[in-house]
């Protein structure tokens, strides 16, 4: 069981993380996928780039003013930037909290073709205490479930949602506030309502396994996707049916003890992910009870990476491009952003 102490810690990061009506910037990518992202725009696929990319991200003038926590990958954390200084401790610097993600990855799943289970319990423990000491307060894990036919398996959701709720215990007994992730892929072409309804099924999985590990509703944050139709759909759903159906959904599923719920973009651009989040708060601030924010990665960072491009000359540029998706998303947890705020409008 959680010492108090531990629980007081959680509780009070987890608060720490929603305050000032902020969110959360996730830059958390694995080399992989971060080497993809580089790739496709022609960036060089180098520990260096990848340091600098992230160097930029961190040193944005006026970052702190949207961005409670920012969650690193590996490498990262045992990076430094130009002047010296290790990643988390430029973070706490510029009042960011430092978050880690500690999965492995996702890998198939044995006898469920399509499927993945995530990984990374062996040796948790002791690679949190590590990281903590590195300066980590909080940490992430994604589950990945896939739609399609005759998916998700009941399989997938309860591998993923188990182990999701063992990280959970582990990060919440070390001091550390668990960001739990379960994603609904966007991949695919199936209805907004199929994945309201596959999004519903996750989520009562995942709070009943956090439930038998005795998990401190408390002390986490949850990272769902939105209920959206697929990538492929041919029916794109309007702002207001995606935040009616994301909400209904939540407020089925998650215990009014979570004080926060933190959205993944999955693939939206930047203005759909704002203008959704904006309208969930605009439409339920009344009902909810819990905080209704941001935890991007793409719909945050891409349009600063398309400006920056591996080019140190566009640095300025692209912190600015930055800065605004924060400062958008910061106004959409308030109900307040509007598309007056974009450069076009
Ligand atoms: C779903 O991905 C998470 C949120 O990012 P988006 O807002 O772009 O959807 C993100 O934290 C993700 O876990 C990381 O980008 C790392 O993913 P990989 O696949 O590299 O482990």
């Not at 160097?55 to 702190?64: F, N, R, S």
């Not at 996707?225 to 702002?239: F, R, S």
């Not at 912190?319 to 509007?338: P, V």
Request: glycine share 8%.
């Amino acid at each position: 069981m959680t010492s108090a102490p531990a629980r007081r810690t959680v509780v009070a990061t987890a608060k720490a993380l929603l305050a000032a009506h902020k969110g959360l910037l996730a830059m958390d990518e694995s080399t992989k996928t971060c080497n993809k992202r580089f790739a496709a725009l022609g960036i060089p696929q180098t520990s260096e780039a990848r340091r600098a990319w992230r160097e930029l991200i961190v040193t944005t003038p006026g970052l702190a003013d949207s961005i409670s926590g920012a969650i690193l990958f590996d490498e990262t954390i045992h990076q430094q930037l130009k002047d010296g200084r290790p990643f988390a401790r430029a973070l706490a610097d510029a009042d960011i909290i430092v978050g880690i993600k500690v999965d492995t990855g996702a890998q198939a799943l044995a006898g469920h073709p399509g499927e993945t289970v995530t990984e990374g319990l062996d040796q948790l423990g002791d690679r949190l205490v590590n990281y903590a000491a590195l300066g980590a307060r909080f940490a992430k894990w994604r589950g990945v479930i896939a739609i399609g036919d005759g998916l998700p398996t009941n399989a997938s959701i309860s591998a993923n949602a188990h182990a999701l709720a063992r990280y959970a215990g582990l990060c919440q007994e070390l001091g550390l506030v668990p960001i739990v992730e379960p994603e609904v892929l966007m991949t695919g072409d199936h209805t907004l309502l199929r994945c309201a309804e596959v999004t519903e099924r996750v989520l009562h999985a995942v709070f009943e396994q956090l439930y038998v590990q005795g998990v401190q509703l408390e002390g986490l944050l949850l990272k769902p996707n939105m209920a959206l139709p697929g990538l492929a759909c041919a029916e794109q759903n309007t702002v207001d049916e995606v935040a009616d159906a994301t909400v209904m959904c939540l407020l089925r599923t998650v215990p009014a003890a979570v004080p926060g719920i933190a959205f993944l973009s999955g693939g939206q651009t930047g203005v759909q992910a704002s203008n959704r989040l904006n309208a969930m708060n605009q439409r339920f601030k009344k009902r909810m009870p819990w905080a209704l924010t941001f935890s991007f990665s793409r719909a945050i960072q891409y349009p600063a990476l398309d400006i920056w491009h591996g080019d140190s000359g566009k640095a300025q540029q692209a912190q600015h491009a930055l800065q605004h998706r924060a400062a958008c998303n910061r106004a959409a947890r308030g109900g307040e952003y509007s598309a007056a705020m974009e450069p076009t409008a």
